[in-house]
């Protein structure tokens, strides 16, 4: 049974997991991905490794660069996708890559072979709403979401213009500056502006960056209807600490379910 993106939304509130494609090798990355599913991952994030990753901090910067230095191109992080699918096929798959990637190999093209390869839809830090409609439009028409992002200084006009174009849903950055894992996060300000966006849109709001820990999860569910996880997994990619995997994700996922009794 296949799942699209906005039906795992439906169902409950999801648990999104990323992970860097190609760190510290292809094979072992695929097996992080296979582990987080088996631990409770609702929904695969994968980045695809860049040479200029603005939105990322230390940790995923020395993810793209190792994964870069052993050759991982796209085509690569599709071979990745297509096995996690034919495994899963009820896990969506979002690839989180910048634009020059797709630029490089042209939006139809990149589109199709994501299809193709499993990919439910995209997230792109470095493609603004006013830019992305014929992206969208390509994208769209494979039946794949392109989903905005949304941070602390948004506006209101930005508020409305993401509600509007991002597709299944919106996701919302919890800091301003560069993702990492943090041992706290601002709950009271997270929680206004999940409802400032919700006055704006139904579609449902996950939330990012520093999310490190069961007592974030179990915050963040109780006001946003995701929660997203992607340092703190990267970082013990990068150690190839399964086991620290494992544990991190099953902690996250009981928050989440915690929260929602």
């Known amino acids: ?34 582990l987080m599913i088996r631990s409770g991952t609702d ?35 599709f071979w990745i996708t297509k096995q996690l699918k034919e495994r ?23 589109c199709k072979t ?12 470095d ?8 992206f969208k439009n390509i994208a769209n028409s494979y039946g794949l979401d392109v989903i905005f992002l949304l941070a602390p200084t948004s506006n209101q006009e930005r508020i ?16 301003t500056g560069i993702t990492g894992a943090r041992d706290t996060l601002p709950w009271e300000e997270l929680k206004t502006k999940i409802n400032q966006i919700k006055s704006f849109t139904d579609k449902p709001v996950a939330v990012g960056f520093g999310v490190s820990k069961k007592e974030h999860s179990y915050n ?14 990267v970082k013990l990619q ?5 086991m620290g995997i494992d544990k991190l994700v099953r902690e996250l996922k009981e928050g989440i379910k915690e929260a929602e009794k």
């Open 1 to 34: 049974m296949k799942y699209t993106i906005s039906e795992v939304f439906q169902k409950k509130k999801p648990l999104i997991c990323y992970f860097m494609a190609g760190y510290p090798n292809v094979h072992d990355s695929l097996d992080v991905a296979r």
């Open 43 to 77: 929904i695969l994030e994968v980045g695809i490794p860049f040479s200029d990753p603005v939105a990322d901090g230390t940790t995923i910067q020395v993810a793209h660069e190792v994964a870069l230095k052993n050759g991982v191109t796209p085509i690569n992080v």
């Open 88 to 110: 899963f096929p009820y896990i969506p798959i979002i690839a989180m890559t910048y634009y020059n990637p797709i630029f490089v190999i042209g939006e139809e093209k990149f």
């Open 114 to 125: 994501a299809k193709e390869s499993g990919i439910d839809g995209f997230i792109i830090p």
């Open 127 to 134: 493609l603004p709403p006013e830019e992305a409609e014929n």
């Open 160 to 175: 409305q213009l993401v509600s509007e174009m991002s597709d299944s849903f919106i996701y919302y950055v919890s800091l």
């Open 220 to 233: 963040l569910a109780k006001i946003a209807d995701g929660v997203i996880v992607g340092s703190a997994i």
């Open 238 to 242: 990068g150690k190839r600490d399964m």
